[in-house]
Structure formats: C-alpha cells, structure tokens
C-alpha cells in the first residue's frame, strides 16, 4: 500500500521562502501524478500544484507566479517551493497522489499527514 | 476555475438518520465529483470517486449519485464515526477545486 510521508519548516518570517518535501514508499511512484494542496485554518481546501514521475506539471493560475514543483523519480520524492510568503499563506499544507488511470479526471489518495506552515515576523 | 457549491453548510445528525450532502458545479463537469470526509487535525480521506463509485475500505452507507452540475452524498445511517466534514471536488480540470465543505455534527 502506498503511503507518503511529508516533511518541511514550519515557521517562517514573511518573504522567505516555503519549501516542503513528500515521500513515497510502497508502491509505484511513477504510477501517479503527485499535487499539493493547503488548506487555511478553519477554512476549505485549495489546490496548489500537480506533477508526473517524467515532470509534467499543472499549477493554480492563483498561485502558479510564486510556486514551483519538482519531482525526484530516484529517490521517490516530490517536493513544492512557495516564494515570498505572506501571513496569507499559513495554512496546513497537504500532498497527496492520484493513480493514473485511462479517465481523465482527477481524484486524491492517498494524503500525507499534513504540515502547518505559519508565516509570521 | 470551476465554482463548487455544498447544501447545507453544517447539519446535525442522530446515529441511525440518513444524510444527503449536496454538490453543485458551476459548468457541466459530467461525472468527475469526488468526495472526501475530514476530522479535526486529519487529512482528508477520500470516499467517493467518479460521481458514485466507492473507495477500497470505505464502508456501503457511504454512496454517492449525480451528473453534469448536480451531486449529492448520502449516508444510509449515521454512524458515530462519522461525524465530520465532507468536502465535494471537482476533478474535470485544473485548478482542481473544492466545495466550502459540510459540518456534519451529532444532534
């Protein structure tokens, strides 16, 4: 069964830059597309970024000028960079994966465990 | 982007009561909704993919219908364990979005 482990710093000053990090371990990495996702405390989830084993990526227009994703096939890793953070970005942030199937749509599982990120000076 | 809508926000519940979620999309998304339960300091945990189809492990009360803009999730019977908030999420195109979520609590 697949699982992912998610790791990063979660205290920031504003204008740093975030840098979290997912790990996969039990199955097939390359079987599935890899996102972000964050979620505000007390608030809805929002989408940040996808990315494939071969790099392919998809980003949020809201988001897409100060983020980038990349992937680590060699390692089974996957990792998301916020730029020039604000108090906006606080929020827990969430990886998580989607099996590649032949429907086009997306869906997500499995998620990692979470970590809150907060932006504060 | 595409908009969800979730009715109601917050509803609750006695165990054994059936529970109906809805979800609606701002464009015909045909059946791409999907589902997830979330409890306090967890992940989200998906359900439902696909409009209707349900997730490994996830227990038969759990069922989901709809197409085009219009979905709903349905609880046969309330267990104890799932008291939570349930999110719908279109997955028909990026940015992938998300409904503002249901509060599911105990009456």
């Known amino acids: 069964q697949v699982q992912v482990e998610q790791w990063g710093a979660g205290l920031l000053k504003p204008s740093e830059t975030l840098s979290l990090t997912c790990g996969v371990s039990g199955g097939s990495f390359s079987g599935y597309f890899w996102s972000w996702f964050r979620q505000p405390p007390g608030k809805g989830l929002e989408w940040i970024a996808e990315?494939?084993?071969?790099?392919?990526?998809n980003y949020n227009p809201s988001l897409k000028s100060r983020v980038t994703i990349s992937v680590d096939t060699s390692r089974s890793r996957f990792s998301l960079k916020v730029t020039s953070v604000t108090a906006a970005d606080t929020a827990v942030y969430y990886c998580?994966?989607?099996?590649?199937?032949?429907?086009?749509?997306?869906?997500?599982?499995?998620w990692g465990q979470g970590t809150l990120v907060t932006v504060s000076s | 982007d595409i908009q969800m809508t979730q009715s109601p926000s917050s509803l609750s519940a006695s165990v054994g009561d059936r529970v109906t979620i809805t979800c609606r999309a701002s464009?015909?998304?045909?059946?791409?909704v999907n589902w997830y339960q979330q409890k306090p300091g967890k992940a989200p945990k998906l359900l439902i993919y696909a409009a209707s189809s349900l997730q490994s492990g996830v227990p038969s009360r759990f069922s989901g219908s709809g197409s085009g803009t219009h979905f709903t999730l349905t609880i046969s019977a309330v267990q104890p364990e799932d008291f939570a908030t349930y999110f719908c999420?279109?997955?028909?195109?990026?940015?992938?979005?998300f409904g503002p979520g249901t509060k599911v609590d105990m009456k």
């Open positions: 464009q015909s998304i045909t059946n791409s």
């Open positions: 990315i494939s084993h071969s790099g392919t990526t």
């Open positions: 999420q279109q997955g028909n195109s990026p940015p992938f979005t």
């Open positions: 998580a994966g989607h099996w590649i199937t032949d429907s086009p749509s997306r869906w997500f599982d499995p």
